[in-house]
Each structure stands twice: as structure tokens, then as C-alpha cells.
């Protein structure tokens, strides 16, 4: 069999693979980049680009109907979800085309349309539309992220159930949407369809909402939602599910000793997601997995394989895309560059984007006690907030952990308006050492969110 040789071959085009091809053929490397689907991966056709210009539809529908306390006031307006598709659509394909046409134009790279799967400890096998190629590399990385967790539910199979994939193609609004989980894909889909005009009903297996944050940061996202009249059954689970032929679905929900049947259109599944590794068939190179199939790496991003790189949401890291994105230039400095850089120190910052949005970064409170750190919290509600109170949106607040002693700051969560954006500020001054005495008398221009970071770190008493 007939095998090309490669300096480094990339399986999956996600938010690692694409920079890394891109890159590495510019550095003079012979590069193959495999893609069973499209380029750009989760991030850029089911998951932040098109979730977020929904969100973006979703937050015009929300202002429309929430603006009379402004003094405007909207007798009628229509969802047209088939044009909210549209645009969401449009904006995906551009992305999409447009990531394609930059991996096009660079000379040394390969881009292959196929799945691929490894035959040997270094070789690989395309399978192609209508044939199969075998190629082998000095390097691989494997970038092959994660997909919907299906769980186990009696009558799942027989119902017509959605994802947050197959979500994305719905050209009409639910009549009333049933979602399993309460993190960030029940969340930020449960709003969105809220706001378009479902009815939306909320599992959540656990007794509450954002399970990995602080307590009061869920409570208040419950008040939130509560708010839009989101329905939560919280320590519950869905054990069963019956559809009528074209009919209604009818879920039966179990909490405690307790069953109760609620009748819904449309079940979304949001109960996580797992790794995309099985198809790989890792055995035939002895690449380590974990028990729930993650490839498993060391801080620098190998494999127990040397040579053989796990990059992005498949090696269990944090599954965001700027993390993917940090994966990739980690492993290209690291190879190219002859530097030395680990994912041990990273920051990791993200931003759950329900309305008003949730910024978080570093340690939270409840991990810090555990820790038994010795640590001071800045508390602020988003109605001492001039800017938000000048916006006519007070919800939410916005916390910081800081270390009694260095005064540095180790953690902050935003729940509330540009949630994200004032956490982002939060973390340059973590990033730079800048301490909370410090913020308390910066000049911010006024009246920006930022400014409302003076009187966070004012509520901390000395
Ligand atoms: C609905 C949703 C919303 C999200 N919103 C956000 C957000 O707002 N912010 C954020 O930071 N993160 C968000 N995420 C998470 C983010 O999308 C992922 O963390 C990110 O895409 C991970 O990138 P990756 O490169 O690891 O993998 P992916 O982007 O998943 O790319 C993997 C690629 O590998 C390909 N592939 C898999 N197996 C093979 C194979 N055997 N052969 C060839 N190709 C293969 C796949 O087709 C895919 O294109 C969201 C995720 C979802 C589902
Ligand atoms: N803004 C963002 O950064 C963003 C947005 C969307 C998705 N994502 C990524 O996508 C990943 C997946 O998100 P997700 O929300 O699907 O998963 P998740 O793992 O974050 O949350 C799943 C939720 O479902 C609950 N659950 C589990 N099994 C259940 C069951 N049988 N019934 C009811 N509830 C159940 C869990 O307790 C948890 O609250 C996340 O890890 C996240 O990184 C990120």
C-alpha cells in the first residue's frame, strides 16, 4: 500500500487545527489537514457563531417587549424565525466559506475531505467520498472535539428529539420546548426560545442551576429566568417519553419518589457532551484514553505517543474555543519556536451568554474556601451600577475574590449587562498583578461598566 509522507498530519479542522495547518505550512512543513464535515468545527457551524447570532435575535425580541419602562412602547411585532435562521445561516457560511478559502491559498497544506482513523502508530487512514487514503507524519494532531450526549431515556429513540445541532435547522418556533439540563446549552437555548415565544420547560438533574458555580451566582440566574417565566424542575430527570404520531410529546418527569407528566412539542438534549475519539480507533497507535474517552496529555499537550498531539475539547481541557485556540499556539511555539510553554498557568476565562451574560475567571468563592485560602469577596449589585441603572437593566451583580494579603485578585464572576466584557477587565489587572486597592482608585471613563470596578473593590472593608 502506497503511503504519503507528511511532516504533520491534523485531524479535525476545529478551532486548533485550522490555525496549527495554517501555521505550520507557513513554517515550510508538509501538512495534511483532515475534515469529516466543515471546516471551522463546533465553534463555527453548530456551536458559538450561531448560537450567539441567535442570541442577538433573541435580545432584540427582549427589548422590544421590555422597553415601556424606557418610555417605548411596541404594540405588535413578529418573530420571523425562518429570516432569524436566514441571518444566523448566512453568517455561518461565511465564516465557513471564508476559513476554506484561507486554507485554499496556502501552498504545503493538504486539506482532505474525509474521516479519518488510525491504521499504524503514525499512519492514517482517509476515507474519502469515493476512496481512501493512507498517509503517515513524524507529527499528528488530533483536534477532533467533542458531540450531544445522548442520554437514556425509555421511548428516546421513537421521538423526534432535537440537539444543539439539529436545533439550529428549526425554521419555526416551538410551541413548547423541553430542555434536559441546566448549564450553558440548556441556558442559553432555553432564553433564546423563551424570548422567540415558546414555552419552555427546564430539567436540571441536580438541585440546581450552574452546578461548577457559586451558589448565589445560580441563584440569581434562577431569579433571572424565573423572571421570563422559564419553568425549572430542579433534582429531576426525564425517565420517559411518548410521542403520538405527529402529536404532542408527553415527558414523564421524575423528582424524588415523585411522577409527573408534562406534555411539550419539541425536547431539546443538553445533558453534555463526549469525546469524538471512538472512530479514531486509538488501538492501533496505543494512544491513552480516560474513562470517559478523553485523550489523555501532559501539560505540554502530548500524548503518552511521542509526536502524537491531543489539541481542543477532545483532551478533556476546558471546553471552550479560546482554549482550543490557546491549545494550538502552545503546541506551534512549543515546535517551531523552541519555546517552553505549559498549560499549568493558563487563565481560564469564559462567558456563559444568556442575557444578561455570566463572565467568569479564576478562583470562585466556594473553591477558595475549600482551598481555605485566606481571601476577602467584593460584592457589587448591578443596581449601584450607573451605567446599568442609565441602561434600565439592574440585573444581576458582579464578585471578586481577592487574597487578603498580596491583595491580588484571584477570581471574579459578572452576572449582568456586558457580563464578559467587564470580567475581560477584570482579568488583564489578574494578569498584571494589579491589585484590588489598586482598582478602587483607577480612573474609568464615566459612565462605562468598567467604572462600576471602583466600587466593587470599595465593598471590600479593610
Ligand atoms: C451550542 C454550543 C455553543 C457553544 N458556545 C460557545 C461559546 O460561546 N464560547 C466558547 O468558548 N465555546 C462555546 N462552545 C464550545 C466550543 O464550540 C468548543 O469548545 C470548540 O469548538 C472546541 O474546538 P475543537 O477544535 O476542540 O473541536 P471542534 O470545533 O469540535 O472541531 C472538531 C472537528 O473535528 C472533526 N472531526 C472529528 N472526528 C474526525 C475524524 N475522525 N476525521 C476527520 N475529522 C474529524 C469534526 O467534524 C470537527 O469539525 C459551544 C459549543 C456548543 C455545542
Ligand atoms: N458560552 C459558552 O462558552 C458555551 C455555550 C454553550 C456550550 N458550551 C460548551 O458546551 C459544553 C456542553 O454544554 P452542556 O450545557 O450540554 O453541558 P454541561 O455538562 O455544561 O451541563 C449539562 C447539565 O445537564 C445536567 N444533566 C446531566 N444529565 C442530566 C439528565 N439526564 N437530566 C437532566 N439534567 C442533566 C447537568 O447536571 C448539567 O447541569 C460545555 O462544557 C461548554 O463548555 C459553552
Not at 27 to 56: F, M, Q, S
Not at 269 to 293: F, M, S, W
Request: net charge positive.
Amino acid at each position: 500500500m502506497k503511503l504519503k509522507q507528511y511532516d504533520a498530519i491534523i485531524i479535525g479542522a476545529g478551532q486548533a487545527g485550522v490555525p496549527l495547518a495554517k501555521k505550520l505550512a507557513k513554517a515550510g512543513k508538509k501538512v495534511a489537514l483532515i475534515e469529516k464535515r466543515w471546516v471551522g468545527g463546533t465553534c463555527v457551524n453548530d456551536g458559538c457563531t450561531p448560537t450567539k447570532a441567535w442570541v442577538a435575535s433573541a435580545k432584540a425580541a427582549w427589548t422590544v417587549t421590555n422597553s415601556a419602562h424606557l418610555g417605548i412602547k411596541v404594540k405588535n411585532y413578529k418573530i420571523d424565525m425562518a429570516l432569524i435562521k436566514k441571518r444566523k445561516d448566512d453568517i455561518v457560511l461565511n465564516a465557513r466559506n471564508g476559513t476554506e478559502k484561507a486554507l485554499d491559498k496556502i501552498s504545503g497544506l493538504d486539506l482532505l475531505y474525509g474521516e479519518a482513523s488510525f491504521t499504524g502508530e503514525k499512519t492514517i487512514a482517509v476515507k474519502m467520498q469515493s476512496s481512501t487514503k493512507h498517509i503517515k507524519a513524524g507529527w499528528i494532531f488530533i483536534n477532533t472535539g467533542t458531540e450531544t450526549v445522548i442520554p437514556k431515556i425509555e421511548g428516546l429513540e421513537a421521538v423526534n428529539y432535537l440537539t444543539s445541532t439539529s436545533i439550529l435547522e428549526l425554521n419555526k418556533v416551538p410551541e413548547h420546548l423541553l430542555v434536559l439540563g441546566g448549564n450553558y446549552i440548556g441556558l442559553e437555548f432555553g432564553q433564546m426560545f423563551r424570548r422567540f415565544g415558546s414555552k419552555v420547560t427546564l430539567i436540571e438533574r441536580s438541585a440546581r442551576l450552574l452546578g461548577k458555580e457559586d451558589e448565589d451566582i445560580a441563584v440569581e440566574m434562577q431569579k433571572i429566568l424565573k423572571a421570563e417565566a422559564i419553568a425549572i424542575h430542579f433534582s429531576s430527570e426525564v425517565i420517559r417519553l411518548k410521542q403520538k404520531e405527529k402529536g404532542k410529546i408527553t415527558a414523564t418527569i421524575k423528582t424524588g419518589d415523585e411522577e409527573k407528566k408534562v406534555k411539550c412539542s419539541h425536547v431539546l438534549l443538553a445533558v453534555g457532551r463526549a469525546p469524538r475519539t471512538q472512530i479514531l480507533n486509538l488501538q492501533n497507535t496505543g494512544v491513552e484514553i480516560d474513562k470517559k474517552g478523553y485523550i489523555k496529555v501532559n501539560n505540554k499537550l502530548e500524548t503518552n505517543v511521542p509526536g502524537i498531539y491531543a489539541l481542543g475539547d477532545v483532551n478533556g481541557g476546558p471546553p471552550f474555543t479560546h482554549i482550543a485556540y490557546n491549545d494550538y499556539t502552545i503546541v506551534y511555539r512549543n515546535l517551531i519556536e523552541g519555546t517552553n510553554y505549559n498549560t499549568d498557568e493558563r487563565p481560564v476565562p469564559y462567558c456563559m451568554y444568556t442575557d444578561p451574560q455570566m463572565g467568569r475567571v479564576g478562583i470562585s468563592e466556594t473553591d477558595a474556601k475549600k482551598k481555605g485560602l485566606d481571601i476577602k469577596v467584593a460584592h457589587l449589585p448591578m443596581a449601584r451600577v450607573a451605567r446599568a441603572v442609565e441602561v434600565g437593566d439592574t440585573r444581576g451583580f458582579m464578585k471578586a475574590i481577592v487574597d487578603t494579603k498580596t491583595k491580588k485578585i484571584l477570581g471574579a464572576t459578572v452576572l449582568g449587562e456586558e457580563g464578559g466584557e467587564i470580567m475581560s477587565v477584570l482579568q488583564m489587572a489578574m494578569e498584571g498583578g494589579v491589585t484590588y486597592d489598586r482598582i478602587r482608585y483607577c480612573v474609568f471613563a464615566h459612565p462605562s461598566y468598567s467604572e462600576s470596578l471602583n466600587n466593587l473593590f470599595m465593598t471590600i472593608e479593610e
